[in-house]
């Protein structure tokens, strides 16, 4: 009887938050993750100028004016740093719920299997 009030118990509690993991989670990480890249990307960093004035140059080659190509650079590093922490917390969120599928396993043992030959309960 307890693991029976469990397993609808459970139903009713886990979906929510697995549901509040899967998206409410996964932007809250990727926050995180874009916080914790975006502090690494200081303007005085000479890689980063490096970075931003060679695609600039590669930019100009291709027709663009030195502001825009300037732009553009830096529209594309915000993009692959967005794109980068998207990523981390993708892989953050499978962990998360690998983890919860293989703490839920044993679970499975755990419940009483239902009579056979009686009436069918339901809704």
């Known amino acids: 009887m307890p693991f029976q009030i ?3 118990e459970s139903r009713s509690i886990l979906s929510p938050v697995s549901g509040y993991l899967a998206e ?3 932007t809250d990480w990727a926050e995180a993750h874009l916080n914790r890249m975006s502090s690494h990307l200081s303007p005085s960093n000479p890689q ?3 970075m931003l004035q060679g695609t600039a140059r ?4 291709r027709g663009f004016s030195a502001s825009e190509a300037m732009h553009k650079a830096y529209a594309l590093l915000q993009g692959n740093v967005f794109r980068q922490a998207s990523m981390l917390a993708y892989i953050d969120n499978f962990w998360l719920l690998g983890v919860a ?3 839920m396993v044993p679970m499975v043992f755990l419940m009483k ?3 056979s030959g009686g009436p069918i309960a339901v809704h």
């Open 6 to 8: 469990f397993e609808t």
């Open 48 to 50: 980063v100028q490096a």
């Open 24 to 26: 409410a989670g996964f």
């Open 113 to 115: 299997r239902p009579r």
């Open 58 to 61: 590669a930019l100009e080659t």
């Open 101 to 103: 599928i293989l703490v």
